[in-house]
T-cell receptor, first 111, second 108 residues
Framework: KAGVTQTPRYLIKTRGQQVTLSCSPI?????VSWYQQTPGQGLQFLFE???????NKGNFPGRFSGRQFSNSRSEMNVSTLELGDSALYLC??????????FGQGTRLTVV | KNEVEQSPQNLTAQEGEFITINCSYS?????LHWLQQHPGGGIVSLFM???GKKKHGRLIATINIQEKHSSLHITASHPRDSAVYIC??????????FGTGTSLTVIP
C-alpha cells in the first residue's frame, strides 16, 4: 500500500509569491490534515478536510487555504508569502480523523 | 499557556536504560497521540490513546484522563530510538495541539 505522498519535497519561493503544495493520502483515506512545523513554534495545526469539506481550521491567517478533491487528494495554498512562512509543511491522512499516517513533508523556503 | 506541555525537552540515555517522557494537557480531549520524528522530518504515529495503556514492542504509552497526563516509556533503549518524540492531543472540537517535543539521544 503506498504511503502518503507530498509534492514537491523542497521549494524555494520569493516573498510576495504564492505557492501550492500537494498531498495524496493513502488509498481509501478520506481525512487529510495539514500542519506547519517551524523551529520556533513547533508543529501547528492548519486545517483538516474530510470528503471535500473543511472540517476544522487552526489559527492561521486567511493567506493559508486548502481544498480537497473527490479522490481525496488535497492541496494547500499560501498567498503573498512572507519570510516567516518558511517551514516544513506536513500532511497526514486517516480513514476518519487523526494523525494516523504522515507524509515526508514539503520544506518551503521563502527568500 | 500551552495546551500541551512535555518534559523533559532533551534527554540523553545510555543504551539499555528505561526512559520516560511526560505529557500534560489542559484541553478536553478525544484522543492523545505519541509521535516519533527522525532527522529529515518524517513523522511516525506510535500510539493513539483515549484511556488506559497500550504496548508495542519496547514502547508503552499510558494515559490518566482525570489527571490529564500521559507518559511514553521506552524499555531497554537502543540508539535507533534516538529521535524527537511529540505528544499531540485532539480536542473535542477536532482540533490538534502539539507539545514542543522531547529530543532523545541514546548512546551506545
Amino acid at each position: 500500500k503506498a504511503g502518503v505522498t507530498q509534492t514537491p519535497r523542497y521549494l524555494i519561493k520569493t516573498r510576495g509569491q504564492q505557492v501550492t503544495l500537494s498531498c495524496s493520502p493513502i488509498s481509501g483515506h478520506r481525512s487529510v490534515s495539514w500542519y506547519q512545523q517551524t523551529p520556533g513554534q513547533g508543529l501547528q495545526f492548519l486545517f483538516e478536510y474530510f470528503s471535500e469539506t473543511q472540517r476544522n481550521k487552526g489559527n492561521f491567517p486567511g493567506r493559508f487555504s486548502g481544498r480537497q478533491f473527490s479522490n481525496s487528494r488535497s492541496e494547500m495554498n499560501v498567498s503573498t508569502l512572507e519570510l516567516g512562512d518558511s517551514a516544513l509543511y506536513l500532511c497526514a491522512s486517516s480513514l476518519r480523523h487523526g494523525l494516523a499516517f504522515f507524509g515526508q513533508g514539503t520544506r518551503l523556503t521563502v527568500v | 499557556k500551552n495546551e500541551v506541555e512535555q518534559s523533559p525537552q532533551n534527554l540523553t540515555a545510555q543504551e539499555g536504560e528505561f526512559i520516560t517522557i511526560n505529557c500534560s494537557y489542559s484541553v478536553g480531549i478525544s484522543a492523545l497521540h505519541w509521535l516519533q520524528q527522525h532527522p529529515g522530518g518524517g513523522i511516525v504515529s506510535l500510539f493513539m490513546l483515549s484511556s488506559g495503556k497500550k504496548k508495542h514492542g519496547r514502547l508503552i504509552a499510558t494515559i490518566n484522563i482525570q489527571e490529564k497526563h500521559s507518559s511514553l516509556h521506552i524499555t531497554a533503549s537502543h540508539p535507533r530510538d534516538s529521535a524527537v518524540y511529540i505528544c499531540a492531543v485532539g480536542n473535542t472540537g477536532n482540533q490538534f495541539y502539539f507539545g514542543t517535543g522531547t529530543s532523545l539521544t541514546v548512546i551506545p
